[in-house]
């Protein structure tokens, strides 16, 4: 699916659109539709861990998010050998509004919860 950045992912400004595809049950794939040389891997952080954050009435409004609305919401990953040595940024979730085609990256800069960097292996069952 083709998605239009309605706000700019950090670093990474001058992404306007990017596809969106699925790897497995977990992983997904977001590569830039203009620039082959950028792509990143993103997590279902829900089967992670308990998520929870407010999107601001700003990210709603651009992204047009209603009550009805379908939505994946997913974190950016940094895949390491071995897969346990990757890390997961929790307060930068990229959220895609299925119905319009429209995604934004949100940032949770109050939350004590959840970190930039978090090891995947902390959240794995032993």
């Known amino acids: 699916m083709k998605f239009d950045i309605c706000v700019p992912i950090l670093g990474f400004e ?3 659109q ?3 595809e699925k790897i497995d049950d977990i992983f997904m794939k977001m590569s830039s539709a203009d620039e082959d040389r950028i792509s990143f891997t993103l ?7 308990e ?3 407010e999107v601001p ?5 651009m992204l047009e998010i209603d009550k009805n609305s379908n939505l994946i919401i997913l974190n950016i990953i940094l895949i390491q050998t071995p897969i346990e040595n990757s890390v997961v940024n929790f307060i930068g979730p990229m959220i895609f509004n299925t ?10 800069s ?4 959840y970190g930039v960097c978090e090891k995947i ?3 794995l069952k032993k």
Request: glycine letters at 0%; aromatic letters at 10%.
């Open 121 to 123: 292996s902390d959240f």
């Open 110 to 113: 109050d939350s004590k919860e």
């Open 18 to 20: 990017v596809n969106l």
């Open 14 to 16: 001058n992404v306007k």
């Open 43 to 49: 997590i279902d952080p829900f089967v992670l861990r």
């Open 99 to 108: 119905d319009n085609n429209k995604a934004a990256q949100v940032i949770i």
């Open 57 to 61: 009435d700003n990210i709603q409004e």
């Open 51 to 53: 998520y929870d954050f």
